[in-house]
RNA sequence: GGUGGGGUGCCGGAGCGGUCAAUCGGAGCAGACUGUAAAUCUGCCGGCCAUGCGCCUACGAAGGUUCGAAUCCUUCCCCCACCA
């Protein structure tokens, strides 16, 4: 069977359908993130109310607590947080670059200060590989090296080489793991759902094509990946910069696997990504910028904590058939954010998730059709021109 | 009626002769957030505006002392505590 069939292309935007273990993934996609075994603020029910396909966990965060020893001895990820359906995990990489200053590298691997108690910590690609099988995804992420957007040439360099190298002591750990696995089967170590896990490697090399392709070279050369995955994107560099290389990248990834792009979120990127080839991202962004009184919405990014709401009795979001935006007022919501009430971060998480996903269902729906083009331009103009008015 | 304490910006509450349009909280307003150190963080918050070591009005009220007062003095008004 195939694990990835592509159902159709427009330009070079793609709809497919991505297999995995614990199910099927309509790409594009976007994944809700779930750094510690919890999309913040969302039940599983609510996840799949909004018809969230996949999401992710982290294996930084995880290891810290409860530890994946304790994950793997309750059933694996899946059964821990009672998502039944696909979850990928982070390898940590990203937390390379976020706790800059709370870390120290070497070529083998990451010394890591907690950030809950200050403790040491060492991560390395075979760490995060193993913690990764006792988590027991569908989709691990090989440990990268994530450096800021901003980077110079020589940095991005070392990074992205670095990164090689780390890829390859990935994949060969994952395959001791899955030969042991498959000969023992199934003992405490070894998760059970572990066995389909899919190992992707993550494209690096900062704003700069060149590296970029050589990062790709260098991975394809490696191995056969079901999937492909490109970070250290969106991490401060300048909107074009980031829409260049995944131009540029377009040319020559291999079309036959889903491709991943890493913390893009927000929704124009997401349309951006989508319209340049990527069917797959996660983001933080809809639980966050939810949590802190931001909802997304056709007409541009609306602060509901403001003023303007004060006696406004219509939904959130008139086009959006989410419980948020069905049930509550926009001037109830912004009275949940100014008496600091917790429903008022949930119903907005609930919304933004929603509003992603269902934006990206359109955009495979309208890619379908081919006319991905007209619908992604008319949706940006609309998005853009009422967010100055 | 007596004695003592007190009245400061939307609220609470510092300041007790100059550097005070006034520390600090809170409330209010605005902004940021992209593989989650984030229910977080930043800025504004007397009025005006050319946003500036600018002008105006300000620390219960009215007078006064002083080069200069939210800060000292006098009277008045009002609160609070205790005593009658």
Known sequence: ????????????????????????????????????????????????????????????????????????????????????????????????????GMRKLTEEGVTFRSHIDGSEHFLSPEIAVDIQWKLGADVAMAFDQVIPGQAGRQDAMDAQERTLRWLERCRERHEELKA???????????????????????????????????????????????????????????????????????????PGVPRYLMGVGFPADLVAAIGLGMDLA??????????????????????????????????????????TCRTFSRAYIRHLFQAGELLGLRLLALHNVRYLIRLVARARAAIAERYFTAWSGAWLQRYTSREQA
């Open 1 to 100: 069977m195939f694990e990835f069939e592509l159902i159709s292309s427009d330009g070079p935007a793609r709809a497919g359908v991505w297999h995995l273990p614990h199910g099927s993934v309509d790409t594009p996609c976007f994944m809700p993130v779930g750094t510690q075994g919890t999309v913040k603020g969302l039940s599983p029910s609510d996840l799949e109310r909004s018809g969230a396909q996949i999401v992710l966990g982290n294996t930084y965060h995880l290891h810290l607590r409860p530890g994946e020893d304790v994950v793997a001895r309750l059933g694996g990820l899946h059964q821990f947080m009672a998502w039944p359906r696909p979850l990928l995990t982070d390898s940590g990489g990203f937390q390379v670059f976020s706790l800059e």
């Open 282 to 323: 996660d983001c933080v962004a809809p639980t966050r910028m939810g949590r802190h009184g931001t909802a997304f919405t056709d007409d541009g990014q609306l602060n509901m904590g403001g003023a303007r709401w004060k006696e406004d009795d219509a939904p959130l979001d008139a086009d959006c058939d989410c419980e």
């Open 180 to 254: 042991e696995g498959s000969r023992l089967n199934n003992t405490l170590s070894l998760q059970p759902s572990a066995l389909g896990q899919t190992l992707v490697p993550i494209i690096q090399g900062a704003t700069y094509p060149d590296l970029r392709r050589e990062a790709l070279r260098g991975i394809l050369g490696a191995g056969d990946w079901k999937a492909l995955a490109v970070g250290g994107l969106s991490v401060g560099e300048p909107k074009a910069e980031m829409q260049a290389v995944l131009e540029d990248l377009h040319a020559v990834l291999p």
